[in-house]
């Protein structure tokens, strides 16, 4: 009995031994060497997030599947390092045959995936690429690198089909759209690892650097558009009685 006992004792300090000594991934390591990461979970003196400023318009025209959209980015480089180019996540990519899936799809899903039709850094108009071996996740290199602290200005237009099978978006009807992730963004780039360069599968969610946006939606008149936000423009787009009601606080019968 006293054997046994003395080696689960062992056992024990063995184990606890093992676990003050885990697995520590190198680019943690480094983050915790640069000062952005610390090991109690708080952010490090150095710490850094890069963010951007979106303006985005986009305009749809049921029965139509077509969306087009325009968007200007102040894109703002906080990180310590100099970017040669810049990753853009395209997710609706993800109707594109032969995007990367968790599983297997029918015809009503599939769609010719995103257009770019122009992209223009700081003015000046460069190839975007359309290499067909990208979906998703999509790197274009800069014709002048990103310095950090520095931020650049982004043009870019493009349209897309929305795909005829709803379900985290798509057409509901031929009267109902659910537009999401509808336009092009800028990836994360984190102190950590980098470039995020996740492929999405249609299947996980996402990774997003904090923004802020501005979203004009233009529809046909007889229309109503829901959205997330802030809408600014209430007195020219609702119906009088909705603005009734939204400042009443009983019911009103519209």
């Not at 906080?78 to 853009?88: A, G, K, M, R, Y």
Request: no cysteine.
């Amino acid at each position: 009995m006293i054997r046994f006992l003395l080696f689960l004792l062992l056992g024990s300090t063995t184990i606890v031994s093992q676990a003050q000594h885990l697995y520590m991934p190198r680019n943690i390591q480094q983050a915790f060497r640069n000062g952005s990461r610390s090991p109690d979970g708080k952010p490090g003196k150095m710490y850094w997030q890069n963010r951007a400023r979106y303006i985005i318009s986009i305009t749809a025209n049921p029965p139509g599947r077509t969306i087009h959209g325009v968007e200007q980015i102040t894109y703002v480089n906080n990180s310590p390092d100099t970017l040669n180019n810049l990753v853009f996540k395209l997710i609706l990519n993800i109707h594109k045959p032969g995007a990367p899936r968790l599983g297997g799809t029918g015809e009503e899903y599939l769609t010719t995936g995103v257009h770019i039709d122009s992209f223009v850094v700081n003015g000046r108009t460069q190839p975007w690429g359309n290499n067909p071996g990208y979906f998703t996740t999509v790197p274009v290199r800069l014709q002048q690198p990103l310095k950090g602290g520095d931020s650049v200005q982004l043009e870019i237009k493009w349209h897309y089909d929305l795909s005829l099978q709803s379900g985290r978006e798509g057409m509901i009807d031929s009267t109902t759209f659910y537009l999401a992730y509808f336009y092009p963004r800028v990836a994360v780039y984190d102190d950590y690892q980098g470039w995020d360069l996740t492929t999405f599968n249609d299947a996980l969610e996402f990774y997003n650097d904090f923004n802020d946006y501005t979203l004009y939606v233009q529809v046909p008149k007889n229309y109503i558009v829901w959205a997330t936000g802030t809408l600014l423009n209430p007195g020219t787009v609702l119906h009088r009685m909705l603005q009734t009601s939204s400042k009443n606080p009983y019911p009103v019968t519209i």
